[in-house]
């Protein structure tokens, strides 16, 4: 398996532009994180979904993330409008129910509002 | 509120056996603790998982003392290669029902 993947790896944008992050995890997981991590905040929890329903939301910052999950190999985490302080590196990861705790990370995505 | 924290650095020597805590409260007895390695520019690595008191795999062994309120991942002989930042994860369940990093500790290991 080539693991969590995510796309774009690097991202720029100017401030109220919308950004869209993908993933597509492991296959056969049926849990899927998305975190976002700061130098300042460290690693937060933002949403994690289980077989494609949204558990877990309060740690979406406010109504401009969104966060989708329409099958099970794929996600998106929607930033609208963007601004300089979601600049962070975002990061995906997916989980068996049969691991615990065990989740995988993918490679994340820099993202840089100006 | 749940919280977990961690000391923000430690520096070791190469062979040396290193211990790396965690401060969670309100842990259960089935709540998992697990801890993951970060190198600079990738995502957290899975490095071991449990709840119970002592877990052992081949890199690594997680302590959970009995009032729960803390964990101790061990390192048994760091190399330089082991130099990376350190996060624990608890799994607060029951009603919370949350998951929580730690803050991280920055590992660094000379020579």
């Known amino acids: 398996d080539a693991g969590v993947i995510q796309s774009p790896r690097h991202e720029v944008t100017e401030m109220g532009q919308e950004v869209t992050l993908r993933c597509k995890p492991i296959?056969?997981?049926?849990?899927l994180f998305w975190y976002r991590q700061t130098m300042m905040r460290g690693l937060e929890l933002l949403i994690y979904?289980?077989?494609?329903?949204?558990?877990?939301d309060s740690g979406m910052p406010e109504d401009r993330f969104s966060a989708k999950m329409p099958n099970a190999s794929f996600s998106t985490l929607k930033i609208q409008p963007s601004e300089p302080r979601d600049s962070a590196v975002y990061f995906c990861a997916s989980q068996s129910w049969e691991d615990g705790d065990e989740q995988y990370f993918g490679p994340g995505t820099r993202l840089t509002v100006t | 509120l749940a919280k977990t924290t961690q000391p923000i650095s430690m520096d070791s020597y190469e062979g040396q056996e290193v211990n790396i805590t965690c401060s969670h409260n309100n842990i259960a007895t089935n709540d998992y603790i697990t801890w993951y390695q970060q190198f600079p520019s990738q995502g957290p690595r899975f490095i071991i998982q449990?709840?119970?008191t002592k877990v052992t795999n081949e890199v690594a062994s997680l302590f959970i003392p009995a009032d729960r309120k803390s964990s101790t991942l061990s390192l048994p002989r760091v190399s330089l290669s082991d130099t990376a930042v350190y996060y624990c994860?608890?799994?607060?369940?029951?009603?919370?029902?949350?998951?929580?990093f730690g803050t991280g500790t920055l590992l660094a290991v000379q020579p």
């Open positions: 979904f289980n077989n494609n329903v949204p558990i877990d």
């Open positions: 296959s056969g997981h049926d849990y």
């Open positions: 994860l608890a799994h607060y369940g029951g009603a919370t029902n949350k998951l929580i």
């Open positions: 449990g709840y119970k």
